[in-house]
């Protein structure tokens, strides 16, 4: 059965630090990931994912995430947080279903 | 393209009650999936549809009914509402399979409390 594990129910930044989200998946499959905004209030809107090819994935707003096989880790960074990106994120694996994970909270703070 | 749209943005109703949400989508996509999310605890599936007349359960069906009739339409009805359904719920869709690496497209949200 897959899974996902979002380590860190909130993190809180300063404005122009490195964000660094974790996401750690299990999967039986090569699996396919994602990372999903959600801005208060909003529905989730997808900031990247990870399908095949490039471990590398770049995405909106400057983030960008990292597939690992090895590690099985797909952790989401941003080189310099704005105020903006303030949100939950979440990291989300499928092979089957959508599994989600349960969130990271972002705060930054000026 | 409105892409996913849900009426209403929010509701409440009495334990005992029932009422439908609704879902639509412009995209014409063949997939549409309603989840549930409470704080903590990420979203969770409810019912997904893989076609105008074909939908399935997902993780957690207790206390909800879905149909299909279109390929626009993806309604969700609470027969007998409990304190337990108080929640946000997200109507989405995608293009293809529910298994590959196509993305799902999320509405605004429905946010529902039950007294």
Redesign the interface.
């Known amino acids: 059965a897959q899974s996902v594990t979002q380590l860190g129910?909130h993190v809180s930044v300063s404005e122009g630090a490195l964000v660094l989200l974790r996401c750690n998946y299990s999967s039986s499959v090569p699996p396919?990931l994602?990372w999903?905004v959600q801005y208060p209030?909003?529905?989730?809107?997808?900031l990247l994912?990870?399908?095949?090819g490039a471990t590398l994935v770049k995405g909106i707003n400057g983030f960008e995430a990292e597939f690992k096989k090895s590690e099985t880790s797909f952790h989401l960074t941003k080189p310099s947080a704005h105020m903006s990106d303030a949100a939950e994120y979440?990291c989300a694996v499928?092979?089957?279903?959508?599994i989600?994970?349960?969130?990271t909270r972002l705060q930054v703070f000026p | 393209n409105a892409g996913v749209t849900q009426t209403p943005k929010f509701r409440i109703l009495k334990i005992g009650q029932s009422m439908t949400l609704q879902c639509a989508q412009d995209m014409n996509h063949n997939y549409m999936y309603w989840y549930r999310q409470d704080p903590g605890m990420g979203l969770k599936l409810i019912y997904y549809s893989v076609g105008a007349g074909i939908t399935d359960k997902g993780e957690v069906p207790n206390g909800y009914n879905v149909s299909r009739s279109t390929t626009e339409d993806f309604p969700l009805r609470l027969e007998l509402a409990a304190p337990s359904q108080t929640s946000v719920y997200f109507c989405a869709s995608s293009y293809s399979a529910g298994g590959g690496g196509d993305t799902q497209y999320f509405g605004p949200g429905t946010r529902l409390t039950v007294l």
């Open positions: 129910s396919y994602f999903y209030n909003q529905g989730l809107q997808l994912k990870y399908t095949t979440f499928n092979t089957d279903k959508l989600f994970g349960t969130g």
